[in-house]
T-cell receptor, first 109, second 111 residues
Framework: GIQVEQSPPDLILQEGANSTLRCNFS?????LQWFHQNPWGQLINLFY???GTKQNGRLSATTVATERYSLLYISSSQTTDSGVYFC???????????FGTGTRLTVIP | DTGVSQDPRHKITKRGQNVTFRCDPI?????LYWYRQTLGQGPEFLTY????????KSRLLSDRFSAERPKGSFSTLEIQRTEQGDSAMYLC?????????FGQGTRLTVV
């Protein structure tokens, strides 16, 4: 089956710093999404981005489907950005998502 | 509230008991998914409905698990004869095509 690897596994940032999270996948995909899981367990939909670049406030994402990777950029990080960031992909076209290993981000004041 | 709603939020049950969880998807979303997440892991796909039809089931969904979506709106997930290994967060999600949106989950603890 498809492999989805995220790096780094853990990241600690000072408030205000910028960061880049990476997601590598081993096969072609129909869909790719980035999620933020907050400390209460809620999975928040950040981007639906099977290809190209999108921006939403301090967050942006780029997926290069031909090279099988996606990047999530977080600028001017805030303590509320803490949590686990997941990349998830779908190969079926039915949005049956396969989740990556996650990046745990801690932003300290 | 226009998000995915799950009930209950928490459930503690004794081993061997049956439990049932409910999910109300975002209105008009025709696709509904169940996932399971254990501590330190990402969510794992369990099953998928398009309208009332259950189209795919993971190998993780043993015979003790059953899911329904009788009228193509809300869904239920039942676990019979619960085991300690069933302790996890059960997440429901819905979609209309672009993007999958998750509920807050039901945390199950089997004691």
């Amino acid at each position: 089956g498809i492999q989805v690897e995220q790096s780094p596994p853990d990241l600690i940032l000072q408030e205000g710093a910028n960061s880049t999270l990476r997601c590598n996948f081993s096969d072609s995909v129909n869909n790719l999404q980035w999620f933020h899981q907050n400390p209460w367990g809620q999975l928040i939909n950040l981007f639906y981005i099977p290809s190209g670049t999108k921006q939403n406030g301090r967050l942006s994402a780029t997926t290069v489907a031909t090279e099988r990777y996606s990047l999530l950029y977080i600028s001017s990080s805030q303590t509320t950005d803490s949590g686990v960031y997941f990349c998830a992909v779908d190969q079926t076209g039915a949005n049956n998502l396969f989740f990556g290993t996650g990046t745990r981000l801690t932003v300290i004041p | 509230d226009t998000g995915v709603s799950q009930d209950p939020r928490h459930k503690i049950t004794k081993r061997g008991q049956n439990v049932t969880f409910r999910c109300d998807p975002i209105s008009e979303h025709n696709r509904l998914y169940w996932y399971r997440q254990t501590l330190g892991q990402g969510p794992e796909f369990l099953t998928y409905f398009q309208n009332e039809a259950q189209l795919e089931k993971s190998r993780l969904l043993s015979d003790r698990f059953s899911a329904e979506r009788p009228k193509g709106s809300f869904s239920t997930l039942e676990i019979q004869r619960t085991e300690q290994g069933d302790s996890a967060m059960y997440l429901c999600a819905s979609s209309l095509g672009q993007g999958v949106f998750f509920g807050q989950g039901t945390r199950l603890t089997v004691v």
